[in-house]
């Protein structure tokens, strides 16, 4: 459904470092760098696996709550994100576990990254 998304943050190297730690173990990395030459305004930078599709850029972070999940294809991937962020910095908003109230198999882990925006990494299938 979804193209790509993106979102300014408040300081954008320690962003970046924090995501490509964060999404190392979903095979998620930097795939296009936008630099402040190029656009004549803001650096941004694309996340992905095939294509650039999780951007952040230079700018204001988000003054309202913003929550992004990516997906895991097994729950150990979930639980090695949730370390991987913890030790880029991010806070815990939820340890990897079950989510039973939005479905039976719903096993997801919550981090804030530097400016607080929640991000997830989500698995959808049984263990």
Same mark, same amino acid.
């Given at each position: 459904m979804? +193209?790509?998304i993106g979102f300014a943050v408040s300081d954008f190297p320690a962003s970046r470092a924090f995501y490509? /730690?964060?999404l190392?173990?979903?095979?998620?990395?930097?795939? #296009? +760098?936008v630099t402040a030459? #190029?656009?004549?305004?803001? !650096?941004?930078?694309?996340?992905?696996? +095939? /294509?650039p599709d999780f951007w952040i850029g230079e700018? /204001?972070? &988000?003054?309202?709550p913003v929550h992004v999940a990516f997906a895991a294809s097994n729950r150990a991937l979930v639980d090695a994100f949730y370390e991987a !962020?913890?030790? !880029?910095?991010?806070k815990d908003n939820g340890a &990897?576990?079950?989510r039973p109230q939005y479905h039976e198999n719903y096993y997801g882990a919550f981090v804030l990254d530097p400016d607080g925006l929640n991000i997830e990494?989500?698995?959808h299938l049984p263990e």
């Open positions: 979804l +193209d790509h490509e /730690k964060a190392a173990p979903l095979g998620i990395k930097v795939l #296009m +760098d030459e #190029m656009t004549g305004g803001p !650096a941004y930078c694309g996340f992905g696996k +095939d /294509k700018g /204001k972070a &988000p003054g309202t !962020a913890v030790a !880029a910095g991010g &990897p576990g079950l990494a989500v698995c």
